[in-house]
């Protein structure tokens, strides 16, 4: 079994778009469409969609969130469950 920072692709989607293991700058979410016509977007949960600051909720049309962005974390205290992230990674209104 792969940890969450160990990519499982299968031959055929290797180099295929959709396929890069996060959300890529080429789609636009959601939020980010609500907020350009004057909506507020709130975001909490867990978030699979990339650690890298220009891929956190914030950067990707959130103006709010409380957001665990380790797959395998626990919301129940900071613990993480893998070698790569001990500890969990929240994000809270964009920052770490």
Do not use: C
Not at 29 to 44: A, R
């Amino acid at each position: 079994m792969a940890s969450q920072h160990e990519r499982v692709d299968r031959p055929n989607q290797m180099g295929l778009d959709g396929y890069e293991g996060n959300l890529n700058d080429r789609v636009v979410t959601l939020p980010q469409l609500l907020k350009d016509t004057g909506y507020h977007t709130y975001m909490v949960g867990k978030w699979h969609l990339g650690k890298e600051p220009n891929q956190i909720p914030a950067a990707r049309g959130f103006e709010r969130d409380f957001t665990l962005l380790d797959g395998m974390g626990s919301y129940w205290d900071d613990m993480g469950f893998s070698a790569a992230s001990p500890r969990s990674l929240y994000t809270r209104t964009g920052a770490t």
